[in-house]
């Protein structure tokens, strides 16, 4: 059964880097052709997907959060990060890390979420 | 960048009612669409993919259907724990995704 964990910092100040890691269990990251992605949602509010890598490594993000975003990846490790850059308090939200396998590349397995909150 | 509206955004129905939500994509994206059950502090669960595909283990009472830029999800009979908040998904690999702005199903 394939299991995906988020991990990282739950409060980041302000201007400062969010640095999120999921770890993914249950199978080798290296044997899937799937994406692997990151999503928020702030509370009370509505799903937005920042950005997913291929196995291989290729990226591609949300236009939105493009120039502050870098989703890597580690398949040594199993496991694959986000950074996202100069942070305010709008990118307080819960993060998911999420599983999109071929051909469809639907979500099928997320991670529980991890609460970030953005505060001096 | 393709935007997805649902319709509406909040319903309140009965235990057995027949629900329909509405997701229309700003552009043809085929069947690359998913639907998504979400109840709170839970991560969405998988109910629809390709459209119209059953994800193993749901229920049969949802059902999904349309394609190029009109989509619904249908429940046949609401049940007491079908009451969530539901979203689609826009999943073509060529473009960047992006989720509908959510469906949330309340109690009547």
């Known amino acids: 059964q394939v299991q995906l964990q988020e991990s990282g910092p739950g409060l980041v100040r302000p201007s400062q880097t969010l640095s999120l890691t999921c770890t993914v269990s249950g199978g080798s990251m290296s044997s899937y052709n799937h994406y692997w992605s990151w999503i928020r949602q702030p509370a009370g509010k509505g799903l937005e997907w920042i950005g997913r890598?291929?196995?291989?490594?290729?990226?591609n993000y949300n236009p939105s959060l493009k120039s502050r975003v870098t989703v890597s990846i580690d398949t040594s490790k199993n496991q694959f990060s986000l950074k996202l850059s100069s942070v305010t308090a709008a990118d307080t939200a819960v993060y998911y890390c999420a599983r999109a396998p071929p051909p469809s590349y639907y979500f099928d397995y997320w991670g529980q979420g991890t609460l970030v909150t953005v505060s001096s | 960048d393709i935007q997805l509206t649902q319709s509406p955004s909040f319903l309140s129905a009965s235990v057995g009612d027949r629900v329909t939500i509405t997701c229309r994509a700003s552009?043809?994206?085929?069947?690359?669409l998913a639907w998504y059950q979400q109840k709170p502090g839970k991560a969405p669960n998988l109910l629809i993919y390709g459209a119209s595909t059953l994800q193993s283990g749901v229920p049969s009472r949802f059902s999904g259907s349309g394609s190029g830029t009109e989509f619904t999800l249908t429940i046949s009979s609401l049940q007491p724990e079908d009451f969530a908040t539901y979203y689609c998904q826009q999943l073509n690999s060529y473009l960047t995704w992006t989720f509908g702005q959510g469906t949330k199903v309340e109690i009547k």
């Open positions: 552009q043809d994206i085929s069947s690359y």
């Open positions: 890598i291929y196995t291989g490594g290729s990226t």
